[in-house]
């Protein structure tokens, strides 16, 4: 069956712009969540969402990002006010929700903010 | 809070020979464990994961993991690896209670021939 779908690819933005990032989670998954990894570095953990709780937004890094999941599948990334440091790969991933932990991870989206 | 500790930011290695990749946590609850794997170009990929049970766990690729709670390490091996196990690997943890995986900052393998 089809993994998890990532759109764009790349992305590259002034600074101050604000951009949009999609995932399309594996379908029948519960569990959907984003990470950033900055070059040379490991994955920062941003948002979970569970089923229909409310999401785990603890790793949000700033108020300028947020993220939604429109009838618990798609979900979008948004960055508000794009900054040079905000430059790195978003991943998604999704999982299984209950006892199932692993996570499955899309392609990810390159954001260049220049 | 928990925090993940890769000791080798790149370990360079011969074909066929043993490779151990290290990793320690460090938390206060009871945790899961997870290698990923990361090929060039490519997503993150489960290699294999530690939930409960034998503390000895075998994943994909002909590699295996030992959980050593005293210790707090989750050490990653193969005993004959190939060119085509050159990639970035990543130790990943989670509570039982939030499925978040926190990751180390991985470290790079690269097989010679």
């Known amino acids: 069956g089809a993994g998890v779908s990532q759109s764009p690819s790349n992305k590259v933005t002034e600074k101050g712009k604000d951009v949009e990032l999609r995932c399309d989670p594996i379908?029948?998954?519960?569990?959907l969540y984003w990470y950033r990894q900055r070059l040379g570095q490991g994955l920062e953990f941003l948002i979970y969402?569970?089923?229909?709780?409310?999401?785990?937004k603890s790793g949000l890094p700033s108020d300028r990002f947020s993220a939604e999941r429109t009838g618990g599948s798609v979900s979008t990334l948004t960055i508000q006010r794009t900054q040079q440091e905000d430059s790195a790969v978003y991943l998604c991933?999704?999982?299984?929700?209950?006892?199932?932990?692993?996570?499955?991870f899309g392609p990810g989206t390159r954001l260049t903010v220049t | 809070a928990q925090s993940v500790t890769q000791l080798d930011s790149q370990v360079p290695v011969f074909e066929e020979a043993p490779v151990e990749l290290r990793c320690n946590y460090s938390?206060?609850?009871?945790?899961?464990l997870f290698w990923y794997v990361q090929y060039p170009n490519q997503g993150l990929q489960l290699l294999l994961k530690?939930?409960?049970?034998?503390?000895l766990v075998k994943g994909i690729n002909g590699f295996e993991a030992e959980f050593n709670k005293s210790q707090t390490s989750f050490h990653l091996r193969k005993p004959s690896v190939h060119i085509s196990d050159t990639a970035e690997y990543f130790c990943?943890?989670?509570?039982?209670?939030?499925?978040?995986?926190?990751f180390g900052s991985g470290t790079r393998l690269q097989v010679q021939p």
């Open positions: 991933a999704s999982g299984g929700g209950g006892t199932a932990y692993e996570q499955y």
């Open positions: 379908s029948g998954h519960t569990a």
């Open positions: 969402f569970q089923g229909n709780s409310a999401p785990d």
């Open positions: 938390s206060s609850v009871s945790v899961y």
């Open positions: 530690y939930l409960s049970g034998s503390t």
């Open positions: 990943a943890v989670s509570d039982t209670g939030r499925r978040a995986l926190t």
